[in-house]
């Protein structure tokens, strides 16, 4: 067992670096597809600069899929990423010939 890493921008990245190697969201998966649009980044107050880190109300789902995001993707060359480039790649070419 070993703690998880709950950095926000990291688990950001890695969700990312997922969904760009072709990692798709089921339909149903409702709460996170309703949590998703509101996903959205803090503005710092004054200045209105966007801060660091997403508004906290309503995100655990998305919270979850950061976390496992990043607790699965060691870097961004292993895990899910990979996973999901050769699962992208699989579907591609089993489609291109359809």
């Given at each position: 067992m070993f703690k998880a890493n709950n950095d926000v921008l990291a688990g950001i990245t890695a969700v990312t670096d997922a969904?760009?190697?072709g990692?798709?969201?089921?339909?149903d998966c409702s709460g996170l597809l309703g949590e998703v649009p509101a996903y959205v980044w803090k503005q710092e107050?004054?200045?209105?600069a966007m801060a660091d880190s997403p508004i906290k109300v309503n995100d655990d789902a998305c919270d979850a899929w950061r976390y496992a995001n990043i607790a699965l993707s060691i870097n961004h060359e292993s895990g899910f990423?990979?996973?999901?480039?050769?699962?992208?790649?699989?579907?591609?070419?089993?489609?291109?010939?359809?």
């Open positions: 969904l760009a190697a990692m798709t969201v089921s339909p107050r004054g200045s209105g990423v990979l996973y999901y480039r050769s699962e992208a790649a699989r579907l591609r070419a089993a489609t291109a010939g359809a």
